[in-house]
């Protein structure tokens, strides 16, 4: 995973990334960000996502709440925390 997984959420933009493995451990897929698997997924995912400006908000919005619930430095300040207690 990189940066943008948390950076792009976090700013409220909606992603559309390669996916890896770990995307599934932090977010879910086509609710808080979107991915694709292959060259043809790509191009399906962009057509579809240039043509429903509501669906790339949507995502956009669930995303952003979805990093400052669970991956912003408070939330897993807070997390750290519950582990040590």
């Known amino acids: 995973m990189n ?3 948390f950076e792009v959420p976090a700013a409220g933009g909606f992603l ?7 995307i599934d ?4 897929e086509d609710v ?11 191009r399906s995912k962009l057509t579809y996502f240039l043509e429903h400006e ?11 709440e979805h990093f400052l619930k669970h991956h912003s430095y408070a939330a897993r300040v807070q997390r750290l925390l519950t582990c040590i207690r």
Do not use: M
Request: proline residues 0%; aromatic residues 12%.
């Open 54 to 64: 509501a669906k790339r908000s949507e995502i956009a919005g669930k995303g952003r």
């Open 16 to 22: 559309l990334t390669d996916w890896v493995s770990e």
């Open 3 to 5: 940066l943008r997984l």
């Open 32 to 42: 808080h960000l979107a991915c694709w698997r292959d060259i043809y997924e790509l």
């Open 25 to 28: 451990d932090a977010y879910d």
